[in-house]
């Protein structure tokens, strides 16, 4: 599969899930103008219909990048994920076409670290429940089940962005903090790694999820690491909905044995802000319910917007892969006068010694040359004389291996 390189205007740019203004302002001022924009996800059949025609996407959390739908994406040359996660993508089948996935791995961690902060205080406060009652003419005034936050255990599972933001705002606030990941990390302030999750949860006073979405993190706070948590102990999950078990948190939260609850991502999400919203957790008091909005402030989006379409840019103007999450990542100058050739194949044993011999068979002068590889992927960018640009193109085209090829004018 090859694609040429085309006049910007003919670029399609399909941008779903309403990513902000500042991502179309930013590709509108390097000359990309043919955009479709949508402001929500869209059903599979229209994904696959308008993926088809795309060069580039841009999506969020919701839109799901299968290899199905990916199978229809012949003209698409790269993915960005206007957020944090890239579980949306099967990020096989894309490496697979040449598709390269960027996302913008810290624009939205402190707008998730403030909102749990917040929700934890308010939880240990017992809030959600009493503002729950005065809505209904009721009045709880009691201290009895609240707490302050100073010298309460918060207990960190994830240990990455997200979680050591939260882990230095909690600790400001008087909190001891112990967490658990898979990695050993170097603990911020005096925070403590603990190894075993089990001696998390049951010595924690609030739980709170920051893992990614992967085969080691789905379900992994099931019935019995629910039962495991301390009695009266607070869960907060702004991770993914896959990696609690909402059945067993529900269950807890009526029996008392947990305090109370804040998710913000589900197992199944609306598709948009029409369609119902239907979980295990709804109508208990003292759960905080939120539509996955832990990365949803204006400050997030506008950066995330503006640091993806950046990406976008880069890898369409000059072909810079730098932060990719599936490809080798080159970072390039301008090509100036030349034609730059962009060569993606399989990294395997005898594509660049084909690739050198046509361009020593056919004459073709190399002005610069740039080669990255990952286990599977290798990315060879060649500078050559304008004037050989397309015939290079068409050589490269050939070489058995290749995944994707452009040339850049
Ligand atoms: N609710 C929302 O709107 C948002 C949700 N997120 C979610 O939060 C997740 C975390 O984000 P970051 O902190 O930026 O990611 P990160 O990659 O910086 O950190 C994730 C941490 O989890 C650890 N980890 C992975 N598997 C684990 C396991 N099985 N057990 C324990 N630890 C494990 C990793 O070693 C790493 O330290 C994202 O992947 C995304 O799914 C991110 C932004 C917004
Ligand atoms: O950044 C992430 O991973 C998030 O979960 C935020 O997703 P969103 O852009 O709000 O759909």
């Known amino acids: 599969m090859s694609n040429n390189s085309l006049d910007k205007d003919k670029i399609k740019i399909l941008l779903l899930e309403g990513v902000h203004q500042s991502a179309l302002d930013a590709l509108h001022d390097a ?21 088809s025609e ?5 999506i969020r959390s919701r839109t799901q990048l299968t290899e199905k ?3 229809h994406a012949n003209k698409l040359v790269a993915i960005g994920c206007f957020c944090i996660g890239t579980n949306q993508v099967d990020l096989d ?3 697979a076409k040449g598709i390269v996935v960027f996302n913008a791995p810290y624009s939205n961690t402190r707008s998730v670290a403030e909102l749990v902060l917040g929700q934890l205080i308010l939880l240990l406060r017992g809030i959600p429940a009493k503002n729950a009652a005065c809505h209904r003419g009721g009045w709880i005034k009691s201290a009895v089940g609240s707490y302050e936050t100073r010298g309460k255990r918060l207990g960190i599972i994830g240990y990455g962005s997200i979680g050591t933001q939260l882990s230095v705002l909690a600790e400001s606030l008087g909190m001891e903090v112990c967490f658990y990941d898979i990695v050993t990390k170097l603990p911020l302030g005096n925070a403590r790694q603990i190894k075993s999750l089990k001696e998390l949860l049951s010595t924690s006073d609030i739980i709170s999820l920051h893992v990614p979405e992967t085969n080691s993190t789905k379900l992994m706070i099931g019935a019995k690491e629910v039962s495991q948590m301390k009695k009266g102990s607070i869960f907060i999950n702004a991770s993914r909905g896959t990696v609690a078990d909402l059945d067993a948190v529900a269950e807890a939260i009526k029996s008392g044995n947990l305090g109370g609850a804040a998710v913000d991502v589900f197992p199944v999400e609306p598709k948009g802000n029409d369609e119902e ?8 008091d003292n759960v905080i319910l ?18 993806v379409a950046e990406k976008l840019i880069k890898y369409s103007d000059v072909g810079t892969t730098t932060a990719a999450v599936n490809f080798p990542e080159v970072a390039l100058p301008a090509q100036a006068d030349n034609h730059r050739i962009l060569h993606i194949h399989e990294n395997r044993p005898g594509v660049l010694s084909k690739i050198n011999a046509i361009f020593s068979e056919n004459n073709i002068n190399i002005t610069g040359q740039y ?5 599977k992927l290798g990315y060879m960018v060649m500078d050559v004389d304008a004037e050989e640009g397309e015939l290079a193109l068409e050589k490269v085209k050939e070489v058995d291996g290749t995944v994707k090829a452009r040339v850049l004018f």
């Open 277 to 284: 919203f239907v979980s295990p957790l709804r109508g208990l």
């Open 371 to 375: 080669l990255r590889t990952t286990e």
């Open 54 to 58: 795309a060069h580039f996407i841009g």
């Open 69 to 71: 739908v990916l199978e």
């Open 290 to 307: 939120t539509p996955h909005i832990g990365g949803s402030t204006m400050e997030a989006q506008e950066n995330i917007g503006i640091e």
């Open 31 to 51: 000359g990309y103008t043919n955009i479709e924009y949508h402001k929500t996800a869209l059903a599979e059949d229209e994904l696959i219909e308008k993926i």
């Open 93 to 95: 089948a894309a490496s």
